[in-house]
């Protein structure tokens, strides 16, 4: 039996920023604490010990967290370093700290590592780039042990996510064009998993009308419903949800959406960044369809939330853009309800 490990060709590129981040990761979220950590940190001697002891609580979930502190991590210095980096050495650090933005999707004997996308440098890597980004795999033999997935069933979402990066990535459509019939031919596959037809991989017929109206105001109107992390994420949201229902196709939209097609190749990369991370939990959940909105729905708010900040700040840079998306993930991707 053969395990396989796949890293996209920038992961190795990541290096924390540590102080110069311009997003910590120390701040607004709660730091699960691993069972292991938490029992090093009980032992723990000196201020730091005691430190440990008095910040660490179980919440509403059942989670060991570190108690948040004006909505910062308690071991986050002023300087914006660690505290427990700093006096413990990075082997100190709990799970949740050493492994983030580092993230993997465990699939048995498959095994896809990326990195999460909420990371400002992790943002900039996975979607900088003209091109789709291509992938390492490491293989090597295991014992044999039972598979936990339907092997056809696996080698359908493989095969069909590939069909899917391929229509991303080809030029004959716009990329809203391509987006949509992404959506139609997952409902497709959807379809042929209710049924069991695992060798049905490449369907000729995309042209599928029984999928959900996934509306700029259903969705804006449901993240601003639910719990939001950042203020600056609100009024994105809320500014978004100003526009109204009309169509990003319109002509007075003419000048924002030029400058936002400008910048195809990220929207490119955030959609393969979506389906790479997403598509195969179907072999698990059975919904694919579902897996595939996750990146509809990231494709069309980030769309809505540039055209936003475009009408607001008469331009979008680079910078701006990324921090729309990094912001996006931040607030849905670590929440499975958002998600």
Same mark, same amino acid.
């Given at each position: ?5 796949? &890293? +996209?060709?920038?992961? /190795? *590129?990541?290096?924390?920023? %540590? ?6 990761? @120390? ?72 492994? &983030? +933005?580092?993230?993997? /999707? *465990?699939?048995?004997?498959? %095994? ?6 909420? @990371? ?220």
């Amino acid at each position: 039996m053969q395990q396989v490990n796949i &890293y +996209p060709d920038y992961y /190795q *590129d990541f290096h924390c920023l %540590a102080d110069k981040c311009t997003d910590s990761c @120390c701040e607004k979220w709660e730091i699960v604490v691993d069972d292991e950590s938490a029992y090093k940190y009980e032992k723990t001697s000196g201020d730091i010990g005691k430190k440990f002891r008095s910040s660490m609580m179980i919440d509403d979930d059942g989670d060991r967290i570190f108690k948040l502190i004006d909505d910062r991590c308690p071991f986050l210095e002023k300087s914006g370093l660690c505290e427990i980096h700093r006096v413990l050495g990075e082997d100190a650090l709990c799970n949740t700290c050493r492994e &983030y +933005p580092r993230a993997v /999707q *465990d699939h048995g004997n498959i %095994a896809e590592h990326d990195l999460s996308l909420s @990371c400002p440098e992790a943002a900039r890597l996975i979607l900088l780039g003209d091109r789709e980004p291509f992938y390492i795999e490491y293989i090597y033999d295991i014992p044999d042990d039972e598979i936990c997935y339907d092997i056809e069933l696996m080698d359908l979402l493989k095969d069909s996510r590939r069909k899917m990066l391929d229509m991303i990535w080809d030029t004959s459509d716009p990329l809203p064009v391509i987006i949509e019939k992404c959506l139609k031919y997952a409902f497709f596959v959807q379809e042929s998993i209710g049924k069991e037809e695992y060798s049905s991989v490449y369907l000729n017929d995309i042209n599928k009308e029984d999928i959900p109206d996934l509306s700029y105001s259903n969705i804006l109107n449901g993240y601003l419903s639910g719990e939001i992390l950042t203020d600056e994420f609100k009024q994105s949201l809320e500014d978004a949800a100003a526009l109204g229902e009309g169509s990003f196709n319109s002509s007075k939209f003419d000048e924002a959406r030029s400058v936002i097609d400008s910048f195809e190749n990220v929207f490119k990369r955030l959609c393969t960044y979506y389906l790479n991370r997403y598509w195969l939990r179907a072999a698990f959940n059975g919904d694919a369809a579902g897996e595939c909105i996750i990146m509809v729905k990231a494709f069309i708010t980030v769309r809505r939330l540039c055209l936003a900040y475009y009408e607001k700040n008469k331009e979008l840079s680079i910078s701006a853009l990324l921090r729309i998306i990094q912001l996006y993930s931040k607030e849905t991707e670590h929440n499975a309800d958002d998600l």
